[in-house]
């Protein structure tokens, strides 16, 4: 049998055996799991979370007392990463295998610094797999189904995950270009048009396709990009996403949400998934923001308390759903917080706002936002506006003012643009500028 065994369509989930296991059995396989990693990390050894045990006194692996001891051992961000790849070219020396065991390799996308290298084993590869599944049986997907997505590709491994992902779930997978430019965006809607997906194109640049459309004159449905939701708002205090990945570099499918509770179902067999306070290392009451922290579990190569400095909060009570793994809500990463005029607020926030005013958001939303000093100056907008009516421009500057102003209490200044100005990207744009 090549791939996952076939499930009864009907059934509520992937694989009930570990998403509806009770609670306290799941606890005891976290704690061997756990206790096993620690195990390789002393004997392989694992320097660099080595010598963040020996900080906790951790020297054997009896000496930390499972899950719930966590706490103690030292949290590793990303420039640990970074620093250990510098110190010990290329590969650092937070590996728990030799590299050439791993059959794949992506580095991230190195907006913050010199990109990290992920290599995943065949079996790291069907961890994420089996998670993707899990993620897509409860969104609704069944094998069979024809999917589309547009993520980028080589070094950059996103897009390679989740094309293997589908496949391995049964998907046949329509893997369009990303939209860089017309030409490219133009091939996927084309493309759609004659072989047109089960499932909507969703994704970040979904604004693309529909502007490309739109200049071309290809009516939505026949590519099928009708029936699209805009990403919904949230941030710090006010809700969050469901915690659906912790990074590719950690794990991209860590859970996904049922659609019937807030948040999102950990994969806790695969995972501790923790809201931490970085200055005590302890856990934030539940519903409350901290660090994103993620242990990983049972793979070949994993992170030890990896802290992503994105906010997450944990929800532990009950789902009628069936599963029984605690939920999480994703608050946004620290680094794309804005701070003025004595507020903090996600530029998702920001940009639930503007999308929620027709003018701006048809046929895309494009915008930048200066990045504030954190100071009282109005918050700099810049965003395209399609109409080249001055009337309908200037009530457009006035319904952006005043709803910003309602919904984050900030203060903007905006300068409105005729369409194509602002730069087009693929994948992320560029959102948050300099000047
Ligand atoms: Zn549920």
Known sequence: MLGPLPRDPHQALWDPEKQAMDPEQRRELQDERLAAMVARILET???????????????????????????????????????????????????????????????????????????????????????????????????????????????????????????????????????????????????????????????????????VANKL?????????????????????RGGMPLMTAGAECYAYVGGPCGQSPGAHIHEDWAVVQAVDPSTGREVPDGEWGNLTVTTLDRDNGLLRYDLEEACAILREPCPCGETAIRGLWGGRFKDLLACQ?????????????????????????????????????LRVRVEVASEDPDARSRAAERTVSEVRDTLGVIVDVELLDRDTIPRAGYKATRIVDS
């Not at 009516?219 to 710090?236: M, Q, S």
């Not at 903090?344 to 494009?366: H, T, Y």
């Open 342 to 378: 004595g507020t903090r607020f996600q530029l998702n926030e920001l940009e639930a706002v503007l999308r929620g005013i027709d003018e701006l958001s048809r046929p895309s939303l494009e915008y930048q936002v200066i990045r504030p000093d954190g100071g009282e100056d109005p």
């Open 45 to 211: 050894p694992v320097p660099l979370f080595r010598d963040k045990l020996a900080q906790a006194g951790v020297r054997r692996s009896e000496d930390l007392g499972g899950v719930d001891d966590l706490w103690r051992i030292p949290l590793t961000v990303k420039q640990d990463l970074r620093d250990s790849e510098a110190a010990e070219p290329p590969w650092g020396a937070y590996r728990f295998t030799d590299p050439r065991q791993g059959v794949r390799l992506g580095t991230s996308t190195g907006t913050t610094g010199q990109p990290t290298i992920t290599v995943w084993t065949r079996k790291d590869l069907w961890v994420e797999y089996e998670s993707g599944a899990r993620n897509w049986w409860r969104m609704g997907y069944r094998p069979g189904m024809i999917v589309t997505h547009a993520h980028p590709a080589y070094l950059y491994g996103g897009g390679q995950m989740l094309q293997a992902t589908y496949e391995y779930f049964g998907l046949l997978s329509l893997w369009v270009p990303p939209p860089d430019t017309d030409e490219l965006a133009e091939q996927a809607v084309r493309f759609w048009t004659r072989v047109t997906p089960d499932i909507p194109f969703m994704g970040f640049a979904t604004g693309r396709f529909l502007e």
């Open 217 to 237: 004159g290809i009516p939505l449905e026949d590519a099928g990009l009708t029936g699209l939701k805009a990403p919904p708002g949230f941030g710090l205090g």
